[in-house]
């Protein structure tokens, strides 16, 4: 038990939900990812959580800011311009609205996520 307003990322204490993604406009390679939600504020744009996936390179244009502290893997972010930064386990970021590129995976990956949209 958690003290009330102190939310636990507890790994089994919500259920994964997969999402995949297709679109070919989007990836080249389809893949599926794995969320868990563990905090939501819809009135404030606001969701948190729990975000894992395999290898995979995906085009984004974020309409949202996004901080990531990863657990597992590495990632590539490369922006419209060709500038590019890679992050390992236990490094922290964020992907500020307005980023337009690329996220790629370049292992299996696994993250807390925050977003604010």
């Not at 984004?60 to 590539?76: F, K, S, T």
């Not at 236990?90 to 690329?102: I, P, Q």
């Amino acid at each position: 038990m958690s003290p009330r307003h102190v939310i636990a990322f507890d790994a089994d204490a919500i259920p994964a939900r997969d999402i995949v993604t297709d679109d070919p406009a989007v990836v080249d390679v389809p893949f599926v990812a794995q969320s868990r939600r563990h905090f939501t504020q819809v009135e404030k744009g606001a969701f948190s959580g729990i975000w894992e996936a395999p290898p995979h390179r995906e085009r984004v244009d974020c309409d949202y800011d996004e901080m990531c502290h990863l657990l597992e893997g590495r990632v590539r972010l490369t922006d419209a311009d060709g500038q590019a930064r890679e992050f390992g386990p236990g490094e922290s970021f964020v992907v500020a609205r307005g980023f337009k590129g690329t996220w790629e995976n370049l292992t299996h990956v696994r993250k807390v996520f925050f977003i604010l949209s």
